[in-house]
């Protein structure tokens, strides 16, 4: 980050999709008076698109309404209920500290002693008095009311304004809000893109791309993704005890947006325009100062307002969590993927909805991984103490069913509900005795779906380091609370102490990796996804990028990204220097998959495969994905193909070359059919390497949008295999197995095979890298990232048994 400064002056670069002249975005456009609305030239596309987009992911005007309405019911419940529990209960009455005595006529005597809940309620005129005495009440009151009263006039606005996208959805896309949850978002942006060339919505481009789209709405996350990238932002601390601890609250990454896009003294102008003093190098010491002083003065505006935000996450975080830990005490072990590994994990024009997908599909795989490190003293104290626990627990259990009086036993209740507490969390520590994990073939399963992973966890998936570094991205349910609980204490301090230092960096960072799209405004260079600029040589760009290693994307950021966003896009046009590097990839499949296993084999191994992997059963791409993983294990421990023949050894990469060069043949075929005069049956395409056509992928089957998200989705897994092996055999050549394999020249575009790069081309691997074998296990996919299993160990060593 030190050589920011020598790397390059702000840029303004023309789209690559532009097809009108220079000079065209001046000119006025004809628009038929049939089609002139209110969405003609829209001044702001960013707050457009991201409402349509939230919109379609929210279900519609109903829902999103609904929802702000209950946001607001819930503020207001916690605020008055608070207040009541805090002025109008009378504590002593309620725990019997003082006796109360009934003298209503006719009432029996044994329950003239009797404490009735409106006994512990204080009246109206002395709970109200109470309040007008507490001046901190009254205070609190006021900031709360004004709060409130904020946020109804921003709904208020939000009603407006979704209401004019209700209008869009009927209107221009012809979409009824019955039939909104029955397209996909790829189906809604077609219909935007076809849309602008009648309505012009943005009067700079005669035609919008799927990039521009992904662009407006993904500006300043792309910012973010780009700036945890390159380790700008500091989220990694050095700790006295603990060590490297990330730590990335929802509060600390308000702040960072806060300061450096949207809040006074930001870097941006407005939503799509960074300030034109930032664009020049001359005086960045001085904008360096400038902006250390915004984040002093945000810093200290945390500071001052750290109670209130304090009492209030505290408040938010009893009622929302208190009878879930009561009802399955087990939640607060479960993981879920933090704040830190959603930024780091996510590709650049990634939308929300496709990164919570693939973070879901890796949930279990990940949750696999991380269980199975057990620490073995741990497990000892764990069951002792569910012992001790379980059999005091029976004893009241016990002694209850004799006399139901025992409950009336003051504090037995409570004991009763601790002792269950205690054995729910103990149990979670002690692990399956019978179950046998393989932590590098988990590894290699998590990695097929979260698609990044550092060089130093291969081969070292067995340690406590890796399992240590896994958890800052997949974090305890617990963990993610304490540390919201203590983010208006902490994030001050980081502002304050550690983000000003570098504020000279962030400067350099947004004038040297900030470009200006014609149509689109400024955008982060890295989301361009320009192999030739932010390219690295060690992830199958030798030769084909510029890029210094300030300008390099880090963990193949640039080359994962443009792979991730041809497969979701597959009608998007790639500039010159992607498509050469998907073409010469696309060769390298070609070449390499005929070395590799057929695809044939590969799919009659899927049922074997998927019963290594999981108890539950898998079709289609599930098939594919496991196979892949599987098949490495399967012929290194000697088993049998179906024809009594052993199978000669191979890699998961190889395997993946195989199914990657069917995925294209097939979807090649399929084109071919679909664009021949020659009815369907009598060109049905046959060939020994594709396998697809024995999985029944019919045409109708091909045409369903569930389907063909799932194929893709296990396509770019294969990808991210694929991909990582090359990248491992180019960086640690001394890993590859001793094979000789001729490498694939590099050729340019126009002399490629005629194959045009898409996201049904699939891609292969060269010298492949050794895999551990042994077992391992792949659940079914997950719809949410954030679901939660009941089961969290912790330690250093395998659960049961190990590879």
């Known amino acids: 980050m030190a050589n920011f400064e020598a790397y390059q002056e702000y840029q303004r ?19 038929p008076e049939g089609l002139k609305d209110s969405w003609h030239h829209i001044k702001n596309l960013d707050n457009f698109f991201a409402r349509i987009y939230h919109f379609h992911q929210k279900n519609g005007f109903a829902c999103m309404m609904m929802s702000e309405f209950f946001e607001l019911v819930q503020f207001l419940f916690v605020v008055t209920f608070t207040t009541f529990l805090v002025n109008c209960v ?62 109804l006039v921003k709904v208020f606005c939000n009603v407006l304004s979704y209401w004019e996208i209700r209008q869009f959805y009927i209107k221009a896309l012809k979409i009824r809000m019955d039939e909104l949850c029955n397209f996909t978002w790829q189906e809604v942006q077609d219909r935007l ?34 700036m945890i990238n390159k380790s700008l932002l500091p989220v990694q601390l050095q700790l006295p005890l603990l060590g490297n601890v990330v730590f990335l609250t929802q509060g600390l990454k308000y702040n960072f947006e806060l300061i450096l896009f949207w809040g006074p003294g930001s870097l941006f102008q407005n939503k799509w325009n960074l300030h034109p003093k930032y664009k020049r190098n001359g005086n960045r010491l001085e904008l360096a100062q400038q902006l250390s002083r915004v984040i002093l003065l945000i810093g200290l505006a945390n500071l001052l307002l750290c109670p209130f935000i304090l009492v209030w996450q505290v408040l938010y975080a009893f009622f929302s969590y208190t009878e879930i830990i009561r009802r399955e005490p087990g939640s607060l072990g479960a993981r879920r993927w933090s704040l830190y590994g959603r930024l780091y994990l996510r590709h650049f024009n990634e939308l929300d909805h496709e990164l919570h997908g693939r973070l879901g599909r890796g949930y279990k795989p990940t949750s696999k991984y991380m269980n199975s490190f057990t620490s073995p003293l741990l497990t000892v104290l764990a069951k002792n103490i569910a012992f001790f626990s379980g059999s005091v627990l029976a004893v009241l259990i016990a002694l209850t069913v004799y006399d139901e009086d025992v409950l009336t036993v003051q504090h037995i209740l409570t004991a009763i509900t601790v002792l269950g507490v205690v054995i729910t969390i103990t149990r979670s520590f002690i692990p399956d005795e019978h179950m046998v994990w393989c932590p590098e073939q988990l590894l290699q399963c998590m990695l097929a779906h979260i698609h990044y992973m550092p060089d130093h966890w291969r081969g070292n998936a067995n340690k406590s380091e890796t399992r240590d570094e896994v958890a800052q991205l997949f974090q305890y349910k617990a963990v993610f609370i304490l540390e919201e609980l203590l983010s208006p204490i902490v994030t001050p301090f980081i502002l ?41 040589p060690t992830w199958l760009s030798a030769g084909q990028t510029e890029a210094s290693v300030y300008q390099q994307a880090e963990n193949g950021k640039t080359e994962l990204s443009l792979m991730h966003f041809t497969i979701k896009n597959p009608h998007w046009q790639p500039p010159q220097e992607s498509s050469v590097f998907i073409s010469h990839l696309k060769e390298k499949v070609q070449h390499d998959a005929q070395s590799g296993p057929s695809t044939q084999l590969l799919l009659s191994e899927a049922p074997l495969c998927t019963s290594l992997q999981s108890n539950e059963s898998a079709i289609g791409p599930d098939n594919l994905l496991a196979s892949v993983l599987a098949h490495p294990i399967l012929t290194a421990s000697g088993l049998q193909g179906r024809d009594h023949r052993f199978i000669p050894p191979a890699t998961a990469a190889s395997a993946a070359a195989s199914v990657l060069a069917s995925l294209s043949t097939s979807q090649v075929a399929h084109t071919h059919r679909a664009h021949s005069s020659i009815p369907p049956e009598s060109t049905m395409y046959r060939s020994d390497r594709t396998g697809i056509d024995s999985m029944c992928i019919s045409d109708s089957r091909v045409r369903s949008n569930a389907l063909q998200s799932e194929f893709a989705s296990a396509e770019m897994s294969l990808h991210a295999i694929y991909m990582h092996e090359l990248h491992q055999q180019s960086s640690h050549p001394q890993r590859s197995l001793g094979q000789s394999q001729s490498a694939m020249p590099m050729r340019d575009l126009h002399t490629s095979t005629g194959l045009q790069p ?21 659940e079914e996919e997950e719809d949410e990232g954030d679901q939660e299993i009941n089961s969290g160990s912790t330690g250093e060593q395998g659960t049961g048994g190990s590879c």
């Open 90 to 151: 009378e504590y002593d009455v309620l725990f019997a500290n003082r006796a109360v005595n009934h003298t209503t006529p006719g009432l029996n005597p044994l329950d003239r002693n009797k404490v009735t809940l409106p006994d512990a309620i204080l009246p109206s005129q002395q709970c109200t008095q109470r309040i007008q005495e507490n001046s901190w009440i009254i205070f609190l009151l006021i900031m709360a009311a004004i709060f409130w009263i904020y946020r």
């Open 758 to 778: 898409h996201s049904g081309i699939g891609f292969s691997v060269s010298m492949p890298a050794p895999v551990h074998l042994g077992g391992w296990q792949e």
């Open 496 to 536: 304050i102490f550690h983000l000003r230092n570098k504020s000279l960096e962030i400067i350099d960072f947004f004038r040297n990796f900030t470009v200006e799209v014609v149509g689109v405004g400024d955008i982060c260079s890295f989301a361009q996804m320009d192999i030739r600029r932010h390219g690295n």
């Open 193 to 226: 893109i076809s849309l602008q060339r009648e309505q012009q919505m943005c009067i700079h481009k005669k035609e919008l791309t799927e990039l521009d789209i992904y662009h407006r709405i993904l500006r300043f996350k792309n910012y973010m993704v780009a």
């Open 13 to 31: 670069i023309e789209d690559f999709e532009e097809d009108s002249p220079p000079g065209e975005e001046d000119l006025l456009l004809h628009v």
